[in-house]
């Protein structure tokens, strides 16, 4: 019923029509005549700046007009300073330094305090500096100011709250291929800066598990220093009186000589390059697309500011006009030019465009960066974002926090401290000239980066109509388990145990002539909802192709690998490539299938070690580790009895990453000679997985000619 | 004009009131501060509310449109958002060039839309030529009529003035425009604002809808997206809160603009705005400049709340989805409206449960258990002015699943029926009601926000400072006695994503 409401509506209108026409509608001014008053004074305090002893920096601005007291600081650390192995260290210990108390308070102390009172402490460690904020009413600030001292200069660092840190970064990082634009600008931030680079590599599990208290505590000692901290403060005090206070509560802070070294310069080399990260659940692709940004104290900057709003200034930009008002492309069209104070930033454009315009939006965006190379910049444009800028230039001076920020980041980046102002008369002088100058020698159209996070089987055009399509797996890479050191006995042990076993279940010889199966099973998949059972057949052509046909109620659902190559075919035929995370789990999967080890058993790096006696369920068994080459290791169990395997375990890789994973195999019957379980059960991470029981099983049976052939 | 210093005063008084013995002293803060506050009412019912705050040659102006995503009906959802988009694109006289020329563009493009239209409802038997055909005139028609206007020359204004912070947004109570400008710009916005509501020209509008046909998908790609809708449509079988506020898919794809600017007649009269200026600005001449610009304005049709009304739940409702994304847990209660005296209990109930580093959730779930790695609860979703529910939801840690924090939760929701909670836990909530009004208050943004809020949907905007007072009225023996009420399984919807590998065969 479409419009039931809105007949009324239009019935209404009719009689509010009536009213609108008998009204006298006077005549209105032209919003473009409009005469302005000036502007009222802008009072803008300066901050008083004070060196303590010990090398800290206070800025102090008195504010009466609330009885409140605000602190910020800044420390010269950051994530640029952690070991690449312990990527994730310097954030742990920022969010420690607060959540874990100081040697005197517990932080679970310090949150009922804070709470208490309607205060707030806290502190981080981002990518280039460190950052504390205090807020507290003047009254308690004899109670909190030294709660901050506390934690900064004495945090206890204690365990548990390292290992709630800990749990957090893992969750972040099983969480961190959800998002399609997250993703986006993760890897967009990997192909400019380089994967390994400081600003941009991130954290992984072996870097989170490889923290240990005494690295935060290490970590600590190293960078946070007096002589390397600064603060900002606010609010209703008496400057003598604040400085006063904060030497006395941070008077034992000792000065230590810190000299704060220069970030790693970056290497960029221009060029143009295809990269795609396959998502097939969403119907938006994210597109984004640049290339290296600049650095703040370039004289170009002024110019560079401008250019940047003309082409991804808010609503007025090119950008915002023509790829979403004028094509309706996407909601969401945003680009910088951005420049930072110490490192070189990111140029780049970007869009959330639907899976079926895809290509258009790369056309339209690349076309818009080209476009302020080649064409005419109006003067129009130019005013416009230069009069945005100096009239909203007041919005600079209308908090005292942002006042004593920007002091602040001006000194800890060695920037004039009137580098504000410099920038409002190096924009005013900015010309048409200066910005198409800049255009054309900072802005590289025909070399630029592009990814794409989106369902490509419904991209309006294959990715490669833009060049090579390099495709980034973002599979979560699982911690690397090192091996035990094996000793000469234990590896002889284990191929001994091995080649026993591969006797017990028909022999070696008749392993090795088994060239193809064909199994059919009933699997009881464990969902949410309750179990459900399908029918799988599997067809494998030894050593590389394999197929599963699994017959859900929807039809028939094909996963096929050929060598390299894989795919998947939906009931509804349609075909996609098998994702490369799913086929490296086929294949680490088959090298945990006994029958398909024991004709690998030559196989180069195949390590095979045996590590001793234990139980399964009751059962003695030889424990052997496995390491397949290039693969993590298994464990694999051996009735010590029948020398039968009767369980693996080990960590796999999932969609959402590791999961501890174990097979239980029974039931072993004779097929053509060959000892095969009919019965396997799996767990995840100690849940109940699925349960297979094989129906029946052919040996070296003839496959169909076209059984792993690419689908149609 | 007021001198600087009786302004000042009664942020000073509020705050001071914090750190005092617990009791109500935001009667006398509110006295203070009405000495600020200026309010008038145009003949057409269009409200007027000026907080004066003369720190900063800057203000903040907001219009609050009393229309949400809950007046729509089937059919037409998303159409209170997708005007909000167009009342950005100009009107008879802004970014107007040859208006007669432009209306007759727009008009072909209706016409040719609505024979699309028709053509594409003959589903399977619609002739593919004639559909080819009839896209082709359509594309052309669009280009046509956009040459014939400046969609952008409102932004464009504002933009040049220096105009910061410039958007609006659509829940399901309220449509909001808002920007702050240099104030001695204050002019420009009466004379952009009071054309806008006047006379708005719905330009490109169906280039606009694929723009947020594209907003829609955004939420589509995002796990938690999909389970806020789910959840809704299963909260909610009968009042219009279980729609999603960006509309379906299929309404938005099938709009015109006949129905978005019915829509506009209906819902946009003067008597269904308030405006509120927050910042350095003189009540006498604004008062004057509204006069100037805004009586024009017809008052527009008396506008009726909507009528349905959601069944009381009498069973648990759940949403489970599989999703290849991490898991998340959200139990919804259906709870009372923002005017009904329980209300505020649930405020309280809320901070205890789910607020900050020392509520029980945090404490339980996060701090000692480590199986999630967010606990959290709020209230009033997805609206305030109609029935709503409270909502308690965690994000598991990895290898923790969202029935492990169900249970968890559930332990806690639990725990608040069967036991008071503590005086200290009760007075820090209190405490942290006060210190978030004042830090809301900050901002000239941030209070042009809140007075709107509470002005339409409660009567009077003085309700922000009678709501603390109602807070420190609340006892451990009520949140009890609203917990029994209401937190009841019967009552809830369980929305979780359950985390599906699609890697899992042989």
New interface residues.
Partial sequence: MRSTRLKTATLGLMLAGLVFSALPVAAQKDYRALEFPPLNDIVTPTPTRVVLDNGIILYLVEDRRLPMINLSARFGVGAVNEPADKIGLAGITGAVMRTGGSTSMSGDEIDETLEGLGAAVETSIGLVSGSAFMSVLKDNVDTVLPILADVLMHPAFPEDKIELEKVTARSTISRRNDDPTDMAFREYRKLIYGAESVYARHTEYATIDAITRDDLVAFHRDWMHPDNTMFGVWGDFDTDEMVKKISDVFGGWEKAGFVRPDLPDVDYTYDSSVNLVRKDDINQSTVVLGHIGGVRDNPDYFALRVMNDILSGGFSGRLFRIVRSEQGLAYAVFGIYSANYNFPGIFYVACMTSSETTAQAIRSLRHEVGRMTTDEITEEELNLAKESFLNSFVFNFDSRREIIDRQMTYEYYGYPQDFLEKTKTGIEKVTVEDVKRVAREYLQPDKMRLIVVGNDQDFDEAMSAFGEVNEIDVTIALPAVEAPEATEDDVAMGRDLLVRSAEALGGLDAIAAVKTFRETAEVTVVRPMGEMNITIESLVALPDQWKTVMQTPMGNIDFILSGDQGWIVDPMGNTQPLPTQQRDSIIEDQWRNPLILYQRLDAEGLVVQHIGQEEVEGTAVEALLITPPGLNPYRLYLDAETMFPVKWSGQTVSQQGPVEAERMMSDYREVSGIMVPFMRTSTENGNPGDKTVTQMVEINVELPADAFAAPE | MKTRLTQ?IP??VM??A??GPSGSAMSQDLAAFEQNVTEFTLDNGLTFIVVEN?????LSVLTYADVGSADE????TGIAHLFEHMA?KGTT??GAMDLEAEYAAMEKVDEIFDDLRNERHKGHLADPERLASLEQAFDDAKTAA?ELGR??AM???I??????G?NASTSRDATRYYY?L????L??FF??ES?RF?EPVLR?F??????????R??S????VGRLVEEMLSAAYKAHPYGEPIVGHMSDIDSMTRA?AM??F??YY?AGNLTIIISG?ADPAHVKELAH??F??L????PVEPVETTEPPQIAERRV?M?????PVILMGYHKVDINHEDDVVFNVLSDILGS???SRLYTKL??DQ?IA?NASSFTDFPGSKYPNMIVFFA?????YTA?DTEQAIEEEIERIRNEEVTE?EL??AK??A??NL?RGL??NMGLATQLAYFHVLTGDWRNLFHSIDAINEVTAEDIKRVANEYLVSKNRTVASI??M??????
Avoid: C, W
């Fill in positions: 000042l942020l000073a705050v001071l914090l750190s003369h720190d900063a040659p800057v009906v089937k059919g037409i950005f006289t802004i956009r969609s952008n932004d464009e204004a933009d040049r003035a220096g105009g910061t410039l702050s240099p104030s001695n710009k002019e420009l004379a952009l054309n006047l490109e169906f280039i606009e809808r694929d723009v947020v046909k594209e907003e998908r955004m589509e790609s995002s796990p129905e019915d829509f007649r209906r009269g350095d100037e610009y009586d024009r017809p008052a527009g049709p489970t599989e999703d290849r994304s991490q900050g580093r020392t996060v701090k480590k790695v994000f598991p840690s990895k290898d029935a200290e007075s820090r405490v942290r006060r210190v004042i900050e901002s359950v985390t590998d699609d890697g899992g065969t042989e």
